[in-house]
């Protein structure tokens, strides 16, 4: 099995912010995005939106094994 890299969410990031930038344009948080998201928006605005649901359970998921 390859070796895992510490880094690979940074390398799976292409464009900081984007998100967060097509909400505000919108009008809408982030967490608004995700809750309901526009009728006409792209695939790419689609990714995004399932990405920052994945991590936002990776921090979740962390924060309770270190825990325990």
């Known amino acids: 099995m390859a070796a895992k890299r510490k880094d690979f969410i940074q390398g799976a990031i292409k464009h900081p912010g984007a998100l967060t930038k097509k909400a505000k344009a919108a009008g809408k948080t982030v967490a608004q995005m995700e809750a309901s998201p526009p009728k006409n928006a792209s695939p790419e605005t689609l990714r995004q939106?399932?990405?920052?649901?994945?991590?936002?359970?990776?921090?979740r998921s962390n924060a309770k094994r270190k825990s325990k």
């Not at 939106?49 to 921090?59: P, Y």
């Open 49 to 59: 939106i399932n990405f920052a649901k994945v991590l936002k359970g990776i921090s």
